[in-house]
């Protein structure tokens, strides 16, 4: 490859890189940015970061608020979200079920993948008794402090386990597990009973019960939970129910993706 070719393949690499750390400052905490910060928070200079917002407001990838000079995330990135999205198995199986049960359960009901080492929601739909501000589609979630994400772990080897989480967690509340033999004790638990439960682990004054998916081959690819505030989930009384209603629906959307589960006839 000529010179000049292999000088422009790196920039244009460059470039890339850069418009994607730009996208990437904007968070649910910063969910805009102005000039300045985008070139404190990339290291760019500031011409850099100029000449790239421009070219990403151009291309609807941001917006710009005239009046108050902030950045935001633009339609383009929207519809590229909708797209991965609708292209997932699982979020197509689950999307229509996890809203009907929402709705007649009156709670929120959320389905959600594993990504490396946090969980990635696909399904967010509230019920009227568990209303949220916002939405929890494509946020991420830890995985030993949460129903879902012990749920999408359960089925782990331990050295596997380890690999992927470590030995030591966040902690988010009192009633966060923060140790590894703390977390095997709890998946040991989900394995048992079928579905992993949460209370107060990650938030104050919420509680959710979630269940495995499993893909054609068994594996556990996502989770389905129904979570609400404490006082609408009422598990001391309501667990046995809710649990079984997580179960059930997750083996529909399992059922969606070829799995099929044997029973082994017993001796007679």
Same mark, same amino acid.
């Given at each position: 490859m000529p010179r000049e070719a292999v000088r422009e393949s790196a920039g244009g690499t460059q470039s890339v890189e850069r418009a994607l750390s730009l996208l990437s400052a904007f968070t649910e905490e910063h969910p805009e940015r102005r000039i300045s910060e985008l070139v404190a928070t990339t290291g760019l200079g500031q011409s850099t970061v100029s000449r790239l917002v421009g070219a990403l407001v151009n291309l609807g990838y941001l917006t710009h608020h005239g009046r108050s000079g902030l950045y935001g995330i633009g339609p383009r990135v929207i519809t590229l979200a909708g797209i991965g999205l609708n292209?997932?198995?699982?979020?197509?199986?689950?999307?229509? $079920? &996890?809203?009907? +049960?929402?709705a007649s359960l009156g709670l929120g009901v959320n389905v959600a993948e594993r990504h490396d080492a946090s969980l990635f929601y696909l399904c967010h739909f509230e019920g009227a008794n568990a209303p949220r501000p916002s939405t929890l589609i494509g946020r991420g979630g830890p995985l030993h402090a949460t129903?879902?994400?012990?749920?999408?772990?359960s089925e782990l080897e331990p050295t596997g386990l380890r690999d992927l989480i470590g030995v030591e967690y966040a902690r988010y509340t009192p009633h966060t597990i923060t140790s590894y033999d703390? $977390? &095997?004790?709890? +998946?040991?638990?989900?394995?048992?009973?079928?579905?992993?439960t949460e209370l107060e682990e990650l938030a104050f004054g919420r509680a959710c019960v979630a269940a495995p998916i499993r893909d054609r081959s068994g594996q556990v690819v996502a989770a389905l939970s129904v979570s609400g505030p404490l006082s609408a989930?009422?598990?001391?009384?309501?667990?046995?129910?809710?649990?079984?209603?997580?179960?059930?629906?997750?083996?529909?959307?399992?059922?969606?993706?070829?799995?099929?589960?044997t029973v082994t006839a017993l001796p007679g």
């Open positions: 292209q997932s198995p699982v979020h197509q199986q689950s999307r229509q $079920l &996890a809203q009907n +049960l929402a129903a879902m994400g012990k749920a999408l772990v703390e $977390l &095997a004790g709890a +998946l040991q638990e989900v394995r048992s009973r079928g579905y992993a989930m009422n598990l001391p009384a309501r667990q046995d129910e809710l649990a079984m209603i997580a179960i059930e629906h997750a083996d529909q959307i399992s059922s969606s993706l070829g799995y099929h589960a």
